[in-house]
């Protein structure tokens, strides 16, 4: 880390596009050479001592936001669902089937796209096919992501009878000008009123997501909405930087890119967002979310325990997470796998009886060790160098001379040595993800472009 001229500030000089590191090696690493068979190794190798999170793709929204970044296509009409929901529920009996032993369901998680959009029947489909195919432990948390656009009160009631205990809401920004340059129009009251059904169902956890570095967004109009997030009291805030990414998803050029704020107004954004937060009483996990103090994540993390996986910062202590639906990621000891991405391909996979794996990832001695490394800076913003040596042996030693050399050239006071532990600095927290960079050892084969890192 050398300081190419004293007047750059921090984030333009720690700001360069990096990785998420939502798992590492990060998926443009996946190849072909992972393939069905090679998945149906892994979950053969599955065992009653594991513990499996089950998460299910809806790749369908009945809108098109402008800066979305998902897997989804917008359809107004459900057949397309429908079809869709008939496939999936093949994929679950197809899996069950291929998985050893009989590991006990800790999570479901519906993800998107807005998984909102499915009909109450066939939520209650899902879950009931899920429950058959499956070991489900005592309580698990079952999560969904809601576009709150698409709640009615049967969807409402479906969900308390699916035993729905978790919502992740999309709000965004309140803001009338914002959410006109990014084509989601969404009312504060309806937001609070789909809040409070969702509570009312014995949801007992809500969070939601907000973005800054949005077009037209100033400090102004997000402590704004800041404040009017706060005041609907959620669990749970992830606080997103805006990705763009137009050469990936071809509908983010509807944004108007002269009104999108420079390096430095983005990172002002996220700082002001992220101190409003704290001083509303939420605690800082990792570099996007925020919780409450009795929250079972921020309890989490205080203990060492929070995780880094697909869906971002997670308590979920699950041993191997099972992807399914188009375009969902899976992730056993072994490996990484990545469903087919398009609904056609994978629905045709589905029909002649075919586990849909279209790439993955095996992981050699090397990569486990980098990815624990990664995931405790991610999660810890600190890495013992004892548990690291404990943990890997030999393996460990090159990686603490990494270690110790981004510590020893820092000269902005993001990455420091204190006893046996690297400690990642509150002014370092943001630049997370380009400290974890440094331990990628992939990242240099270039096979990606990336967003920026603030
Ligand atoms: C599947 S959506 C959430 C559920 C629902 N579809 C909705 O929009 O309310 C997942 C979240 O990803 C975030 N997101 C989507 N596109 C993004 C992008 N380009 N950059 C950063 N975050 C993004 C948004 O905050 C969004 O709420
Ligand atoms: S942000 Fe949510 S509702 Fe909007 S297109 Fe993306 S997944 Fe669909």
Request: hydrophobic letters at 40%.
């Amino acid at each position: 880390m050398t300081d190419q001229s004293a007047s750059i500030s921090l984030a333009q000089k720690y700001g360069s596009p990096v990785p998420r590191y939502t798992s590492y090696p990060t998926a443009p690493h996946f190849s072909e050479s992972v393939n069905e068979g090679t998945y149906r190794g892994w979950l053969g190798a599955l065992g009653g001592s594991d513990t499996l999170s089950l998460y299910l793709h809806v790749p369908f929204c009945d809108r098109l936001c402008w800066f979305c970044g998902c897997h989804t296509k917008q359809t107004l009409r459900y057949d397309p669902i429908s079809t869709y929901v008939a496939h999936l529920l093949k994929e679950i009996d197809l899996v069950a089937a291929a998985v050893g032993g009989a590991p006990k369901v800790s999570n479901v998680h519906f993800g998107g796209g807005s998984p909102s959009m499915l009909r109450p029947d066939d939520l209650g489909r899902i879950i009931a096919r899920l429950r058959a195919g499956f070991s489900f432990g005592e309580r698990p948390e079952i999560s969904i992501e809601v576009d709150p656009g698409d709640i009615t009160p049967d969807r409402v009631e479906a969900m308390a009878e699916a035993g729905l205990s978790r919502a992740s809401i999309g709000v965004q920004d309140f803001d009338e000008k914002v959410q006109e340059a990014i084509n989601r129009p969404q009312s504060f009251e309806l937001t609070s009123e789909v809040i409070s059904a969702m509570r009312g169902a014995g949801v007992h956890s809500v969070n939601l997501d907000v973005l800054y570095g949005l077009p037209h967004q100033t400090e102004t109009t997000l402590s704004s909405t800041i404040q009017q997030v706060v005041s609907l009291a959620p669990d749970r805030v992830a606080l997103f930087g805006y990705a763009h990414v137009p050469w990936m998803k071809t509908h983010m050029k509807m944004i108007d890119e002269s009104a999108l704020a420079d390096i430095d107004g983005r990172f002002a954004q996220a700082q002001l967002a992220a101190s409003l937060l704290v001083e509303a009483g939420y605690e800082r996990i990792g570099f996007d979310h925020f919780a409450r103090h009795d929250d079972t994540m921020a309890v989490a993390a205080r203990g060492g325990r929070l995780r880094r996986n697909f869906q971002g910062y997670t308590d979920d202590p699950a041993s191997a997470l099972v992807g399914m639906g188009a375009s969902a990621i899976g992730e056993t000891v072994q490996g990484y796998v990545q469903n087919i991405v398009p609904t056609g391909l994978y629905m045709a996979a589905i029909k002649e009886g075919r586990l849909p794996v279209a790439k993955g990832f095996a992981l050699g001695p090397e990569d486990i060790a980098r990815r624990w490394v990664i995931e405790r800076l991610m999660c810890d913003m600190a890495l013992s160098q004892n548990a690291t040596k404990e943990k890997f042996g030999e393996l460990a030693g090159p990686i603490l001379l990494e270690a110790a050399d981004l510590a020893q050239g820092d000269e902005d006071g993001l990455f420091v040595a204190d006893g046996d532990t690297y400690r990642v600095t509150e002014a370092g927290r943001p630049f997370v993800r380009v400290l974890a960079a440094h331990f990628d050892a992939y990242l240099k084969q270039g096979k990606a472009r990336h967003s920026v890192a603030v």
